[in-house]
């Protein structure tokens, strides 16, 4: 999909900004346990911070560590190609749910400085958010980053040509 380094970067926030949104969105009704418009509205603050925190966390760790699970996994040279491709959200959110499930314990959960309470509180939130995370990514991050992102691309590629 990106090419270039900036396809890269949009491409990043892109999902950065759908998987924290669907993520939150998610823990808000977890917490709340009520369907209402006001579900769906996340402070720009949280929104931006949140999504800063997942590309960086992602181009630094998550992404090296997803890479070589995803190689590990399957032999490049023997293996479908597709299966890399369709292997790798998988891998992605396996490396980055943990990661940001730490992130959600220590900035919105609460818990005393017992350490084994803050491990089962984190453990907890890994456990509840893996699977909402791993189905937003694979029906609906990932094929609405795509498709925004080829429309903003072929666009801009079909300009060009003319």
């Given at each position: 999909m990106?090419?270039?380094?900036?396809?890269?970067?949009?491409?990043?926030i892109?999902?950065?900004?759908f998987?924290?949104?669907?993520?939150?969105?998610?823990?808000?009704?977890?917490?709340?346990?009520i369907?209402?418009?006001?579900?769906?509205i996340?402070?720009?603050?949280?929104?931006f911070?949140?999504?800063?925190?997942?590309?960086?966390?992602?181009?630094?760790?998550?992404?090296?560590l997803?890479?070589?699970?995803?190689?590990?996994?399957?032999?490049?040279?023997?293996?479908?190609?597709?299966?890399?491709?369709?292997?790798?959200?998988?891998?992605?959110?396996a490396c980055?749910?943990?990661?940001?499930?730490?992130?959600?314990?220590?900035?919105?959960?609460?818990?005393?400085?017992?350490s084994?309470?803050f491990?089962?509180i984190?453990?907890?939130?890994?456990i509840?958010?893996l699977?909402?995370?791993?189905?937003?990514?694979?029906?609906?991050?990932?094929?609405?980053?795509?498709?925004?992102?080829?429309?903003?691309f072929?666009?801009?590629?079909?300009?060009?040509?003319?």
């Amino acid at each position: 999909m990106p090419k270039t380094m900036s396809q890269k970067i949009i491409f990043s926030i892109l999902m950065a900004i759908f998987m924290v949104y669907g993520m939150e969105t998610y823990n808000k009704f977890i917490s709340d346990q009520i369907v209402s418009y006001t579900l769906f509205i996340i402070p720009w603050r949280e929104l931006f911070g949140l999504s800063l925190c997942v590309m960086v966390l992602q181009t630094f760790i998550g992404e090296p560590l997803a890479t070589r699970l995803v190689f590990y996994i399957v032999n490049h040279k023997k293996n479908v190609p597709g299966l890399m491709i369709n292997l790798f959200p998988f891998a992605m959110v396996a490396c980055m749910c943990p990661m940001m499930s730490l992130v959600a314990t220590l900035l919105f959960k609460s818990y005393s400085n017992n350490s084994i309470q803050f491990l089962t509180i984190w453990f907890e939130t890994i456990i509840i958010n893996l699977p909402m995370a791993l189905i937003w990514q694979i029906f609906v991050a990932g094929p609405g980053v795509r498709f925004i992102f080829k429309k903003i691309f072929v666009n801009i590629s079909v300009q060009h040509k003319i």
